[in-house]
């Protein structure tokens, strides 16, 4: 499940789960050897969606392995295989043969087979989790970067001229009235000429049909304009959301969106006019048992413990997270800062100069933002965090990436997160800056952000950037669950409360900071590896910054911010 709605009602969907047989390929001889023409004995079967390194004997394994299932078709179908995550590296093989490959991990893909033949089909996937200095994350990352198929595979079937995409745009007056432009990508794979009756719907009412030709093998896009007046705004707290389908009577395609304007105003974050103080956690999609393969069950359990907490924002740190999160945020009127797992603290800036680097981080941009434009909470597109941003050669990077989401999306914030907030170079060509500090754990004693802050506030106006909105996008200390005394000592729950605590009261009071994300919601695995001398103060193999332990039992920390956050509830506008 990887929605909280249904987005087709007429096209056949399948999910193909479940058991698949499974291999690893430590010395990468698939390929060669042609090896996925004839898969080997199974040495296991693994659950998909699911991360392997939760399996017995595979807690640390980074590499290749392969996956295989097979399918029924009861008649000749054209197919469409959609993968909604892979980590790293995917080959596809249909029947033997190569359907495509893909890199990145958190965003789908998806190949169309025309007339497949009825009968079993055997479907292969060859992935790679290897972490080098050209992957995104490189092998230097503070969190466990897992293999597998992570989220599920659809199998669905096509009609002679499917819906291909389905986009809808639109621009609010100051008011309710919205000009709306849908858009909708009929595709054919039919060895003839077809008409097809279009009907487009809001919340289950018509308001466009047409017949479109669409002629044998071509695609046609179908642009329709309107002007909505009294449209319903999505606000923060406050969902309303409306369902948009197009239908073809032989295929069908639902999204949703949610109207609201976001605004930047004095310094401040508006959305439909009006300045939202933001309260957040950061929190990765990621579960011991689950690791990136996160249940939507327990995507519930830990949106209730945000709403608890007193939250209004959620930073998805430090990938695209799962659509289903993001659909749970829509409907809770959550505001959503995403970014792609470009992390950067031990990232070397001659990295960043590496085309086959860069050409990466910029699909991978360009893939967050195909897939989640239509989420009304998504205020954010963050193109960094924590790289090295006092050189010319972060400049070189963040430039076109922060063209590129300008030109697919002009109705959001482009973003990134700062670790070097007084020597930045690029604080005047973003929407928001993010600042992650960690006075109180990495430097010094927690009230050394108030000269931080100082020293901020003066040095963003020298750079001509003293007019944009700065959040505090991490702060925190670790605390091991469970961990108390009498003393604040490092690596207790009091010690880790005490900072927070320090921390949430100098930013309150700093009428320029526009809000906070804690480090961390939950505890998370850490990319401890004795070969690679990162992260040795990570007790447990964890990241401890969690408010919550990574079973999301809470520490003192999280009652602490609960009584914070939840006393400025009913004014979130004003800390
Ligand atoms: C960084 C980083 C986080 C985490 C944190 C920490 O700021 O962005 O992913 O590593 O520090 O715990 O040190």
Redesign the pocket.
């Known amino acids: 499940m990887i929605r909280t709605f249904t987005e087709h009602r007429i096209r056949q969907t399948r999910e193909l789960g479940g058991q698949w047989e499974f291999i690893t390929d430590p010395a990468d001889r698939g390929i060669r050897d042609q090896w996925y023409a004839q898969f080997p004995a199974a040495q296991t079967n693994v659950f998909v969606p699911a991360c392997w390194n939760n399996e017995f004997g595979l807690y640390d394994y980074e590499g290749v392995a392969w996956y295989r299932t097979t399918f029924e078709l009861a008649s000749i179908e054209h197919i469409r295989l959609l993968f909604h995550a892979v980590l790293g590296h995917a080959d596809v093989y249909l029947d033997g043969q190569h359907l495509g490959y893909h890199y990145g991990g958190y965003t789908p893909f998806d190949f169309v087979v025309p007339s497949a033949s009825a009968g079993k089909h055997e479907l292969i996937v060859r992935t790679d989790s290897t972490l080098t200095r050209q992957t995104i994350p490189i092998d230097a990352v503070?969190?466990y970067h897992y293999g597998g198929i992570i989220r599920p595979v659809e199998l669905q079937l096509l009609s002679g001229v499917y819906i291909d995409h389905l986009g809808i745009g639109y621009s609010l007056d100051s008011g309710n009235r919205a000009d709306v432009t849908v858009s909708v990508r009929l595709r054919s794979l039919s060895a003839e000429e077809q008409d097809v009756p279009l009907v487009l719907s809001a919340e289950n009412h018509v308001f466009h049909e047409e017949e479109v030709r669409v002629p044998a093998g071509q695609t046609v896009t179908v642009e329709v304009r309107q002007t909505w007046d009294d449209v319903r705004l999505w606000n923060v707290g406050r969902a309303e959301l409306y369902l948009i389908t197009a239908s073809t009577g032989y295929d069908d395609k639902t999204d949703r969106i949610g109207f609201r304007r976001i605004e930047v105003k004095d310094r401040q974050i508006c959305i439909n006019g009006r300045p939202v103080y933001l309260q957040g956690v950061?929190r990765h999609d990621e579960h011991p048992e689950w690791g990136f393969a996160f249940p939507p069950k327990l995507m519930k359990k830990d949106l209730d413990l945000i709403l608890e907490l007193g939250c209004n924002s959620v930073r998805g740190?430090?990938y695209p997270q799962s659509p289903y999160w993001i659909d749970l945020l829509d409907e809770h009127g959550i505001v959503y800062w995403s970014e792609i797992p470009m992390?950067g603290?031990f990232l070397p800036k001659e990295v960043t100069t590496d085309p086959v680097f860069r050409q990466r981080a910029m699909r991978m941009l360009e893939e967050m933002i195909e897939r989640d434009i239509h989420h009304p909470s998504v205020v954010f597109w963050s193109i960094h965090?924590?790289i090295d941003t006092t050189c010319q050669e972060a400049i070189d990077l963040s430039v076109p990436m922060i063209e590129r989401v300008r030109s697919m999306d002009s109705s959001r914030l482009v973003a990134y997160?700062t670790?070097h907030p007084l020597k930045d170079v690029l604080l005047p060509l973003v929407d928001v800056i993010g600042i992650?500090k960690?006075h109180g754990?990495?430097e010094g004693n927690v009230e050394g952000f108030q000269g931080m802050l100082d020293e901020f506030h003066a040095y963003a106006e020298a750079m001509g950037a003293g007019d944009k909105p700065v959040l505090m996008t991490?702060f925190?200390a670790?605390g091991i669950y469970g961990d108390t005394g009498w003393e604040p000592r490092l690596f207790s729950e009091d010690y880790q409360a005490h900072v927070i605590r320090e921390a949430l009261r100098i930013f309150r009071s700093d009428a320029k900071v526009g809000g906070t994300y804690i480090?961390?919601f939950a505890d998370i695995r850490a990319d401890l590896k004795s070969d690679r001398g990162y992260f040795r103060d990570r007790a447990r193999s964890f990241?401890n910054?969690g408010l919550l332990n990574e079973y999301r039992k809470p520490k003192q920390a999280y009652r602490v911010v609960r009584d914070i956050y939840r006393s400025a509830a009913d004014s979130p506008a004003k800390p």
């Open positions: 503070d969190w950061n740190s430090h992390w603290a965090n924590e997160a670790m992650n960690y754990w990495y991490e925190g670790a480090w961390q990241n910054k």
